[in-house]
């Protein structure tokens, strides 16, 4: 498999990359819970149409790195850029720095949990971030929101309630409602870990669909072979750090790392 | 056998609505400054900047951990020694039972707030809404929904807390009892049409409550 994709490269480090298409970068990110550091200084940048999968054990991190990088979680050091604009702590920018409000906008999240807001329909869900945020019309923002749910297959369902949806609906609604912010990169963490087996390929089906059309993205799964299918590279972290990455290719087929092929065992047979 | 007679009652039955209506405005007007001073210390207290959080909670548990009649006193009869100026009678009911439904309401604005599940405020942020906008759209229209049975009951509850007013002398429904006792010498007849009074108001308070909830719980 030779890769023809811009991001064929896989540079590990982000002074490699074009720095004009680097959409989004983490820098040294270190994140503490009370004594437990569970993240020690992670690199990691994003080009524009990049697909980048993290994979490792429970406990690795890759939840709490993904969530740093739209400030969900703050990190204790290091830096969030988006497009070489470093991220502050404040919502609203501030001199050079971006505000997380701003940063989020373009940076849009699906979780494991979907969450919904319950007490909106599916159509008032995904036309919620355009019109308060975006302060698009109504009109407007209903348009878009149609398209998107119309892409994730939803259409019939824009009046119904969260709770009259099956959990493979509800994270096709939640990625619906991140497109709708039109934004230039996504993070999915764990989006099927939540789903019954059956309804995980259904939400697997949109996602690759939007790696075709070159969204970007960062993906944190435990699907190895969906990661191996849509990634341009392939992050492996253990204990906070990265310990690999590189293409689907080799770091899922020819894995040279005692503790990746530790881990990727777990998963064949 | 005691022969009833509810003449001498009816006769001042003036006495008694007008007792009523006053009753009334204490409980109407305590809501309303409990609401606002009640939401006021919930968002101190949900703020995280440690002295207004703790400031907050002081003033809670100062309110819920003494007697209502206490602070009623307190205030009437002991805070103005402090002040160096008297306070009315009806300002010091008005200010004790407003201070007492604000602590009060705001642990029932807290709680609700606090039971929403985390994942709200963060697929509110992650659309990139403000605080204040994850607040208002997406936190709050689910957790007054949540609040609204204990809300209600806390309520009730202050309109009943209405009647210790009448021991500094404010002329609601109780104290309005005790004058026409003192006139008829009935105390049975005086003290049952009030307590019927209270019973008539509140029941259908206390039925609505009921219905909010179990909409609510069908609802979920």
Known sequence: MTSVSPAAAYPASASAQNAADIVLEARGITKCFGALTVLHGIDLALTAGEVVSIIGPSGSGKSTFIRCMNMLEKPDAGEILFRNRRVGEKHRGNGDLLGQGE?????????????????????????????????????????????????????????????????????????????AMQPDALLLDEVTSALDPELVGEVLGVVRDLANQGMTMVIVTHEISFAADVSDRVVFMENGRIVAQGSPETILRRPDNERLKAFLSRFHG | MYTWSFAPIIQARDLFLWGAWITVLYTVGSIAIGLVLGLAVCFARLSGIGPLNWFAQGFQELFRCTPLLVQLLWIYYALPLLLGFDMPNWAAALLTLSLYAAAFYAEVFRGGIVSIDKGQFEAGAAIGMSGWQVMRRIILPQAIRRMMPAFINQSVTQFKNTSLVSVISVADLTYMASIVNGQTYRPLESYTVVAVLYFVILFPMMKFADYIEYRMRRGN
């Open chain 1, 103 to 179: 940063l989020r906008r373009h940076v849009g999240m699906v979780f494991q949990h979907f969450n919904l807001f319950p007490h909106m329909s599916v159509l008032e869900n995904v036309i919620e971030g355009p019109v308060i945020v975006q302060r698009k019309s109504r009109a407007e923002a209903v348009e878009i929101a149609m398209d998107y749910i119309a892409k994730v297959g939803l259409a019939e369902k824009r009046d119904a309630r969260p709770d009259q949806l099956s959990g493979g609906q509800k994270q096709r609604v939640a990625i619906a409602r991140a497109l």
